[in-house]
């Protein structure tokens, strides 16, 4: 093995060798080329200058060597100028290639800068899915928490999870409906009823969950702040954005869509009324899903 390394090793050397000796050896011819171009240019004009019969003359000139080696040193600086023009055109080629491998470098970090902020995006994002769904399993209510105007034959069972916010929205939507029957009694036309109800939406929510609103407020603020962390990230593309929150839609019921829905209708339901509605998370929900058709209209008219 030692003698196989030893043996390449050498033959590297002599190929090293072998071409320096060659480039050298190029050099050298050019500069003798340069040198004898002078010599046989001296001659030529020294011949075209001098008939025959003025050979004698033409013999004197052979004492003017320094004419000679002026021409050489001509030659010498002509031969220098066209080596450092040669290097000054390789050092321009370095200088574009060193150029272009920074600027690929440079991608590359950015690339990598932007994959390492992703994962760490998507880990914060995933965490934050668990804690909605822990949240979801941990919500326990009951009528207690509701301020109800009849009371149920199931004044005492307790809903917890997904089933919690089933519960939930269809009390409010039953106290919303009798609210309906009240003001038709009193024979308030349509554009009253349009009026009041754009005014009163959230209020109604805020006042039936009052007292549940402890209880639902850390998943609603949970949401929010997923939503949050998707609009901000400026390493991800807006239908990268809107793939998460495909993502996070999916994890919500029917249910937690419709009281989203209203819970965005509330004074303080201003920044995730914009956000929802910005990236169309509640695009799927009807009119006729609602508590009322005319309330679709009203939040889509919602600032």
């Known amino acids: 093995m030692k003698g196989r390394l030893k043996s390449f090793f050498i ?100 690339e990598q800068v932007k994959v390492t902020n992703v994962q760490r995006f998507e880990s914060t994002f995933f965490n934050m899915i668990d804690l909605h769904n822990n949240l979801v399993k941990e919500l326990v209510v009951s009528e207690e928490d509701l301020k109800l105007w009849v009371i149920t034959k199931d004044h005492d069972k307790i809903y917890t999870g997904k089933e919690a916010f089933s519960y939930l929205y269809n009390q409010f939507k039953d106290q919303e409906v009798r609210m309906r029957k009240l003001t038709e009694e009193e024979r308030v036309d349509a554009a009253q009823f349009y009026a009041i109800r754009s005014e009163a939406m959230g209020e109604t929510y805020l006042s039936f969950f009052k007292d549940a609103e402890k209880k639902i407020q850390p998943y609603y603020k949970n949401l929010l702040n997923m939503i949050s962390i998707i609009h901000e990230n400026n390493w991800i593309e807006d239908e990268e954005k809107k793939y998460y929150l495909r993502i996070l839609e999916s994890q919500l019921s029917p249910d937690e869509l419709l009281m989203l829905f209203y819970k965005n209708m509330t004074k303080k339901g201003g920044e995730m009324r914009s956000l929802t509605k910005r990236y169309s998370l509640l695009k799927d929900i009807r009119g006729e899903d609602l508590i009322y058709e005319e309330d679709l209209i009203i939040y889509n008219n919602a600032e």
């Open 11 to 110: 033959k590297r050397v002599d190929i090293d060798v072998e071409e320096n000796v060659g480039l050298k050896a190029t050099e050298e011819i050019k500069l003798l080329n340069v040198f004898c171009t002078v010599f046989i240019v001296w001659i030529a004009f020294g011949v075209a200058m001098f008939s025959y019969d003025d050979r004698g003359t033409f013999g004197d000139m052979f004492g003017s060597i320094n004419t000679l080696f002026s021409g050489f040193a001509f030659g010498g600086i002509i031969y220098t100028i066209y080596q450092q023009r040669a290097e000054f055109r390789l050092q321009r080629e370095e200088l574009r290639l060193q150029r272009e491998e920074v600027a690929r470098a440079n991608e590359a970090l950015q």
